[in-house]
């Protein structure tokens, strides 16, 4: 019998973190053997960011039917075609599957299907084989979390439920008002349900800007969009058509379903993980800034490793966990400086300190802030966009961040990042002449604004 191969690397999970750390590898020349239970491109790409913002699109075309009028456009919402609205999702979900794949193969990466478990740092057992390399990087990603005795079933879901409905609810509760709740909350309400969210703590988007989650729930109200924040549900009960919560101070809802969006949990139960001695914390494994586990030669990257759960983060951890190992010394990732998007209506995009966040870290008196409405923006009025750019600095020092909402602002984080990521001060932006009329040159107004000489704003 031929002996088996070993590798220079072995990953176990080809997610976000996984598969971006086995194309690099790849990519610098490493023999790399890739390890998943599933299906290549994990939660992202198949039950997360790309369905949602699918979904979230087909969501929004529904809107601007329906508000066709306003733009001197007559046509009418027949209805929302939820097998069509899947077809559509399911069509992008595979072109970019099968062009994943392709890579994979295109790459030379040895992919090996089946679920994997760690015997030791150097082995990992699928299907009774071993599957052995000289360094193990673990990108294991995580599953959506309940609450303690709330079991998933029926009624009750999670976004993976939630994706693969084939009916519409009509009026959902969502439980957490984070991410995944938000842009449920906002697709169904599209779709023509009327959903109220619970939110523990006290207010919608509770990790943004104050001033942007204070704009969302004035949006969320007008959308129809039921919300309550500070609240905590105490029971939760089910029957054949209705799901029904209580929350701790007695009022009750019901509705025909419960999404409960309460945050995602590490996948590192059952992997072997304990047995390797591997440091870990809340069940995160701990790693350090080059993603070194407490193991040698073991690495972890993506969802596993506390912090923002977000697939860009996992890549580009995923792509420096591979270029460490290939021997190249990429610097390490700063984790405030990583953005984030938000895909509801209106949009959510942020990156940096929130004002609260830098006043705590430089004191209240070091920092200056600006909020540019998006009523002084020629291409938000076209779009009927409404929502503000605020900025953040230290006085007379750096940009430390920026935060959007509004239509189709996520498109204008990138120059939002690096103006973070540069440590760019104000005068240096307002220098720079942003394309008129783009969405973009309200972030240029922004910065005349906080430099001093603003253009479009009443000061
Ligand atoms: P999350 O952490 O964003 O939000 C969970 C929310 O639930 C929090 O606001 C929390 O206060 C609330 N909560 C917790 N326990 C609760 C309770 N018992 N009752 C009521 N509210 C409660 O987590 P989420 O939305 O589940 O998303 C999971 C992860 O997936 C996040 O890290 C997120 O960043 C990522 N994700 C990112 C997306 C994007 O970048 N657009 C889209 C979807 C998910």
Request: charged letters at 20%; a negative charge.
């Amino acid at each position: 019998m031929a002996e088996s191969p070993i590798h220079d690397i072995v990953i176990l999970g080809a997610g976000s973190g996984g598969y971006a750390a086995a194309l690099r590898a790849a990519q610098v020349g490493v023999d790399v053997a890739l390890v998943e239970a599933d299906k290549v491109g994990g939660t992202c790409l198949h039950r997360g960011c790309i369905p949602t913002k699918a979904m979230l699109h087909s969501a929004e075309i529904a809107d601007q039917v329906r508000d066709s009028a306003k733009f001197g456009v007559r046509s009418r919402l027949d209805g929302i075609d939820l097998d069509g609205v899947n077809a559509f999702k399911r069509g992008v979900v595979d072109r970019l599957y099968k062009g994943l794949r392709g890579l994979i193969a295109g790459r030379g990466v040895n992919l090996v299907e089946g679920r994997g478990e760690v015997v030791s740092p150097r082995q990992v057992r699928v299907a009774g084989e071993l599957i052995e390399g000289r360094q193990l990087i673990l990108a294991t990603g995580s599953h959506a979390r309940s609450l303690p005795g709330l079991a998933i079933e029926g009624r009750v879901m999670t976004s993976d439920q939630a994706l693969a409905l084939d009916w519409a609810p009509r009026n959902p509760i969502v439980l957490g008002g984070g991410v995944i709740g938000l842009e449920f909350a906002s697709l169904w309400s599209s779709f023509g349900a009327r959903p109220v969210i619970v939110e523990a703590l006290e207010r919608l988007a509770p990790n943004e800007d104050l001033a942007v989650s204070k704009q969302l729930e004035r949006a969320f109200r007008r959308r129809g969009i039921g919300f309550k924040v500070g609240a905590k549900v105490v029971d939760v009960w089910q029957s054949q058509d209705e799901v029904g919560i209580r929350l701790e101070n007695g009022e009750e809802l019901s509705g025909d379903l419960l999404l409960v969006a309460v945050g995602r949990g590490p996948n590192t139960d059952a992997v072997g993980f304990e047995q390797l001695g591997l440091e870990l914390d809340l069940g995160f494994v701990v790693a350090d800034r080059q993603l070194r586990t407490n193991v040698a030669g073991v690495w972890a990257v993506g969802d596993i490793v506390p912090g923002l759960q977000l697939a860009h983060r996992g890549f580009a951890q995923g792509i420096a966990a591979a270029e460490r190992i290939a021997g190249l010394r990429p610097p390490p990732l700063i984790e405030a400086g990583i953005p984030r998007v938000t895909y509801c209506d209106p949009e959510i995009a942020s990156v940096g300190l929130t004002e609260a966040a830098a006043k705590s870290e430089h004191g209240a008196d070091a920092i200056e802030t600006v909020e540019y409405n998006l009523a002084g923006n020629g291409r938000s009025q076209v779009l009927g966009a409404q929502g503000f750019v605020k900025l953040v600095r230290l006085a007379g020092g750096p940009v430390l961040g920026v935060h959007l909402i509004g239509a189709r602002v996520g498109e204008l984080i990138g120059e939002a990042q690096l103006i973070v990521n540069w440590e760019a001060h104000p005068e240096d932006v307002a220098e720079l002449v942003h394309a008129h009329p783009t969405q973009d040159e309200a972030i240029g107004e922004a910065f005349l604004a906080l430099a001093g000489k603003p253009l479009h704003a009443h000061v």
